[in-house]
């Protein structure tokens, strides 16, 4: 039998909001005091009731306080809105503001914690790791070991339009150094980091309790495709533009469904689509893979880069439903191919029991260099 662990995780991101970042660091959490671990999470409450959560899932949820420095909303004319995005866009890039007061929240309230086995901490965002190296000291390392979860890379990230400033680098250098381990979900992320840390880089993909899928089994409703797409998009990189363009032109009978939060990408094709492009706001997990497991076919939009992975893929995956990837310069044939019930070039997504969080979470136990 495993010995009983004393866990911190650190996040910003958790239950109940939906994001990969979020949906990590519960699932995690649950699946570690599931297995009788001693659980703490820190996050920012937000104001949030957490008491029957912790009793559902015997685990401590514990404030990092409330975070005062927002982001400036655009407001005014035109000229008023673009010279405050640029206001917003130039104190991201210099100092991760709003993000950068979670160094000092985090720190702050680790300072007073010690005698963990574990330290997970999960990213983004990555002030998240910096608090956590703030505050880990030699007199107190918080936790045996410190284990510094990272999603997506940061001065490595291709995916963002602005590069990192160079003095970043710095840091990420300073939380890599400190941290024993660096997880990230996939063998091509490890390339975003710095060659000196690469031996601290261990790969654990995300993952959920697949237990209790009991998704409907697919049956075919009407005469023409329904296909779907759910999560963030990126300009020029994880970008609709080029598939809604082909789909304008394209004299078919379809239904393409988008669960986003991100409208502006989608609103200038919808009077040329009209119903045929049906956008909606994102909705809890659960009800969304029970949607996505209706549709004949899913949509991937590559990334177009070789050290991010969109992390719905298994959520795509668990539907059952074959998935076409989208790259850039696609001819769409393969779309083509689809819409008349040909998937034999749908996506290889692999054995879903990687992704089980029973074996994700026995990932991270062994990093635990103390037996």
């Given amino acids: 039998m495993t010995k009983k662990k004393k866990i911190l995780i650190v996040c910003r991101g958790f239950f109940p909001q939906i994001s990969p970042r979020s949906f990590r660091a519960t699932e995690?959490?649950?699946?570690?005091?599931?297995?009788?671990?001693?659980?703490?999470v820190y996050l920012p409450t937000d104001g949030r009731d957490y008491s029957s959560f912790e009793r559902e899932n015997n685990l401590k949820i514990k404030n990092l306080g409330t975070l005062k420095w927002g982001k400036?909303?655009?407001?005014?004319?035109?000229?008023g809105k673009l010279f405050l995005r640029m206001i917003q866009r130039g104190l991201l890039l210099l100092f991760e503001y709003p993000d950068i007061?979670?160094?000092f929240k985090v720190s702050r309230?680790?300072?007073?914690?010690k005698g963990y086995d574990?330290?997970?901490?999960?990213?983004?965002?990555?002030?998240?790791?910096?608090?956590?190296?703030k505050a880990r000291t030699k007199l107190n390392e918080i936790a045996d070991t410190w284990i510094a979860d990272c999603g997506d890379p940061y001065m490595g990230d291709t995916a963002d339009s602005f590069r990192k400033l160079f003095y970043f680098k710095y840091v990420e250098k300073w939380f890599c150094r400190k941290a024993d381990y660096i997880t990230v979900p996939f063998d091509g992320a490890s390339s975003a980091y710095y060659p000196e840390f690469r031996k601290k880089i261990k790969v654990i993909p995300q993952g959920f309790n697949l237990d209790n899928q009991n998704l409907p089994k697919f049956e075919k409703k009407f005469g023409y495709p329904i296909f779907a797409y759910a999560g963030a998009f990126?300009?020029?990189k994880r970008d609709p533009g080029m598939l809604l363009d082909f789909l304008s032109t394209c004299n078919r009978t379809f239904k393409f469904i988008i669960y986003t939060h991100q409208r502006s990408f989608l609103l200038p094709y919808k009077p040329t689509l009209g119903d045929k492009l049906e956008i909606r706001e994102r909705i809890p997990r659960d009800e969304l893979l029970t949607v996505l497991s209706g549709a004949d076919f899913l949509i991937n939009l590559d990334n177009n880069i070789q050290t991010q992975l969109p992390s719905k893929l298994i959520d795509y995956a668990i539907t059952g439903r074959p998935v076409l990837n989208i790259e850039s310069g696609t001819d769409f044939a393969a779309l083509l191919k689809f819409m008349d019930g040909n998937y034999s070039g749908k996506m290889d997504l692999g054995s879903l029991a990687k992704y089980d969080i029973r074996v994700v979470a026995q990932d991270f136990l062994r990093l635990h260099h103390i037996p």
């Fill in 234 to 236: 990126i300009q020029g």
């Fill in 118 to 133: 574990l330290l997970i901490s999960v990213a983004v965002p990555f002030p998240i790791h910096w608090g956590v190296a």
């Fill in 28 to 40: 995690l959490a649950k699946e570690f005091a599931r297995k009788e671990h001693d659980v703490t």
């Fill in 101 to 103: 007061e979670l160094m």
């Fill in 109 to 113: 309230a680790l300072k007073k914690e």
């Fill in 72 to 79: 400036i909303e655009p407001k005014g004319g035109k000229l």
